[in-house]
């Protein structure tokens, strides 16, 4: 990461706020893996089993380049607290979600109701 | 602004300020962690109903993508036009921030424009919220997101006003400007999961 190793050397609180490259980089890297989810989806071209993991797997890269170039969260010991609610909420939610999802598909195979 | 120049050692004036972000900023980023865990709930449930038709219309046929290519294109775009808005707010430069969040201003204006116009055309089709399990839950999870965006279009113009008119110290100003930093830039991920799961998931 350059843009954490530069933007570490003019920050004001402590905390970077990136540069107009970082930003540009994180920009262009965002549209092409946003195009390629909807041209995953658009055109076709593979099974649905496979779209589905395709672009799952595009959107997990692109918040993690959101969380990077535009959130600015970087591996500083000043950022410790950060990462760890950070981590923790997405803890959470994976929990929530796949949860929800295995309760509710039990209950369905269950109940006979599909 | 030549006085504002002096401005980094009075906000930073402690010597362990590269040790801690302000606490105005770290609380907000706890905030943002629980909007991410409603949100996940919000998820969860869209998840569960997404095959509950209840003899409606399924998302293959009502969601229209070219319009949710539109959105999340206005919406990519508005962060990186806040981001250089705030670039020019610590480079003390005024006009520029003001012209920059003006049009993420705009942008992000046209994005809930864009989303009303579905909805209302939705609605107008008899497939409102009350159509379906499935219906209920996308307009619940899309609207709560829309919601966010609205909010975050009010603070903006709340800044700007505020930054025109100098009242508050330069220090406080900055801290609430990286606060809705975070939340423009949060509620475009929040936008990722919404296009990914939501829309392009249901058309596949």
């Known amino acids: ?114 | 602004m030549a006085h504002e120049a002096t401005m980094p050692p009075v906000a930073g004036g402690h010597d362990d300020h590269e040790h801690h972000e302000s606490p105005v900023v770290f609380g907000f980023w706890v905030y943002l962690m629980t909007d991410c865990i409603l949100f996940g709930t919000l998820f969860a449930a869209f998840a569960t109903l997404r095959h509950q038709y209840a003899g409606g219309p399924s998302g293959k046929e009502i969601f229209e993508l070219g319009g949710v290519a539109l959105e999340t294109a206005i919406l990519l775009l508005s962060s990186i036009t806040f981001g250089f808005g705030a670039l020019a707010a610590h480079a003390q430069k005024k006009g520029a921030f003001l012209g920059w969040l003006g049009i993420t201003f705009l942008l992000g204006l046209s994005f809930v424009g864009l989303e009303l116009r579905e909805f209302t055309h939705m609605i107008a089709e008899g497939n409102g919220p009350d159509r379906s399990a499935f219906l209920s839950a996308f307009f619940t999870l899309v609207a709560t997101h829309g919601l966010h965006v609205s909010t975050g279009l009010i603070w903006i113009l709340v800044v700007m006003v505020q930054s025109l008119g100098g009242g508050a110290g330069p220090p406080r100003v900055m801290s609430k400007l990286t606060c809705l930093s975070l939340f423009w830039h949060f509620l475009d991920i929040v936008w990722i999961c919404v296009f990914t799961f939501v829309y392009l998931l249901s058309v596949i």
């Open chain 1, 1 to 114: 990461m350059s843009h954490a190793s530069s933007s570490a050397g003019h920050d004001v609180h402590g905390e970077s706020h990136g540069s107009f490259g970082s930003y540009l980089v994180g920009f262009v890297i965002s549209v092409v893996l946003t195009a390629a989810a909807f041209a995953a989806v658009m055109m076709h071209a593979m099974s649905p089993g496979v779209t589905i993991g395709v672009i799952s797997a595009l959107a997990v890269v692109q918040i993690f380049v959101h969380v990077i170039y535009f959130l600015h969260m970087n591996g500083s010991s000043a950022q410790a607290w950060n990462r760890i609610c950070f981590f923790f909420a997405v803890g959470c939610c994976l929990i929530i979600v796949f949860g929800v999802l295995f309760v509710m598909h039990d209950t369905s195979m269950n109940m006979m109701s599909r």
